[in-house]
């Protein structure tokens, strides 16, 4: 029997913290959210997470229910795209509690390294092509919470004669 089983582990003051390390800490679901953190829009189709994370679409999607059902993530639907062939509909991001749960346990400080990370990976023609489909709106706190100062490298004054 697991300490779950018996109720001991949720009895302690840290019990919240030790579900959400624990959720946070399991592999594929720490690779969706720093893939979701990473892309511009923060919010991906399966096809996306698949390729990205390099894991099958199955386990993605058993974390990306494991996630929702924490409130972490949300499904959100691209009504226009609905049946069309070449573009998704269905696309993963964060819920408000999410970012809540990310700013408290520092995730939103790696976004600058998360974006690099993800422009730098080389695509395939279809992964491109679903990277820039229409996807929905996320709400407009998540959407704050997730935004940052992207150095403009092109005019960025670098010296390295230093």
């Given at each position: 029997m697991s300490e779950t089983d018996t109720g001991a582990a949720d009895a302690g003051p840290f019990a919240e913290q030790q579900r959400l390390f624990k959720l946070l800490s399991q592999d594929t679901r720490h690779l969706i959210i720093q893939e979701l953190?990473?892309?511009p829009?923060?919010?991906m189709s399966l096809a996306e997470l698949e390729?990205?994370?390099g894991k099958s679409q199955a386990a993605i999607k058993d974390q990306l229910e494991t996630l929702i059902d924490a409130g972490l993530l949300a499904r959100y639907t691209y009504d226009p795209s609905e049946g069309k062939r070449d573009l998704p509909s269905q696309f993963y991001g964060f819920t408000e509690r999410g970012v809540e749960v990310l700013?408290?346990?520092k995730y939103l400080r790696g976004l600058p390294v998360a974006r690099a990370l993800y422009e730098n990976t080389r695509k395939t023609e279809k992964i491109e092509r679903h990277e820039s489909a229409p996807r929905p709106e996320l709400p407009d706190a998540v959407a704050e919470a997730l935004k940052f100062?992207?150095?403009d490298l092109d005019t960025a004054d670098v010296d390295t004669d230093r």
């Open positions: 953190l990473g892309h829009a923060h919010l390729y990205m994370t700013h408290d346990y100062d992207e150095p």
